[in-house]
């Protein structure tokens, strides 16, 4: 299991995008998941795992095929 765990979601935007690098670089690469696979992943990591899970959405850390049945991470574009 994931050894990070986050009280709350930093509110600046450079600070949530470092944050969610971090989350990222928990989840195994090159694999695809299941919905409850990804929040399995992400329960411990934030309390609100499915906001957490939206925003590596949102960010382009995690994609998800149209309907939510398999999710994966993307690699890395971002300098910032």
């Excluded at 309390?47 to 149209?66: E, K, M, Q, V």
């Amino acid at each position: 299991m994931p050894e990070l765990q986050l009280t709350r979601l930093p509110r600046k935007q450079k600070r949530l995008l470092t944050t969610l690098a971090r989350v990222t670089s928990t989840i195994p690469d090159g694999q695809r998941f299941t919905e409850s696979q990804i929040n399995d992943h992400l329960r411990p990591i934030y309390a609100d795992y499915a906001l957490l899970r939206r925003l590596l959405i949102d960010y382009h850390f995690l994609a998800r095929t149209p309907d939510g049945t398999a999710y994966w991470r993307l690699a890395p574009e971002r300098t910032a």
